[in-house]
């Protein structure tokens, strides 16, 4: 399914990945106590700025802070839109 929506400036759009099942050593980890995940996978990204390319792109594996870039649900779907200033690595 192709995604209507398409990032401003030097904006990304994220996939963030499932939280933890269960722990390393078998344990379902409850609803209520999994952590917010830190990776995701580019799914649209901006043109970027003025004299700035964007240095992610689609498909990109990345890390991003716990609290970075704005939720927003889409078709039924969770998505993050950050500033590419928020990503802290490409996996």
Same mark, same amino acid.
């Given at each position: 399914?192709?995604?209507?929506?398409?990032?401003?400036?030097?904006?990304?759009?994220?996939? !963030?990945?499932?939280?933890?099942?269960? *722990?390393?050593?078998?344990? =379902?980890? !409850?609803? *209520?106590?999994?952590?917010? !995940?830190?990776?995701?996978?580019?799914?649209?990204?901006?043109?970027?700025?003025?004299? =700035?390319?964007? *240095?992610?792109?689609?498909?990109?594996?990345?890390?991003?802070?716990? =609290?970075?870039? *704005?939720?927003?649900?889409?078709?039924?779907?969770? =998505?993050?839109?950050?500033?590419?200033?928020?990503?802290?690595?490409?996996?």
């Amino acid at each position: 399914m192709a995604l209507t929506i398409q990032p401003l400036s030097d904006r990304v759009l994220i996939e !963030p990945m499932a939280a933890e099942q269960k *722990t390393a050593s078998g344990l =379902y980890i !409850p609803d *209520t106590a999994k952590e917010k !995940p830190q990776q995701g996978k580019v799914v649209a990204v901006g043109k970027g700025k003025k004299d =700035y390319d964007m *240095t992610v792109k689609v498909g990109d594996t990345v890390l991003y802070g716990k =609290y970075s870039g *704005t939720e927003l649900k889409l078709d039924g779907a969770e =998505y993050l839109m950050m500033r590419e200033d928020d990503i802290l690595a490409i996996v």
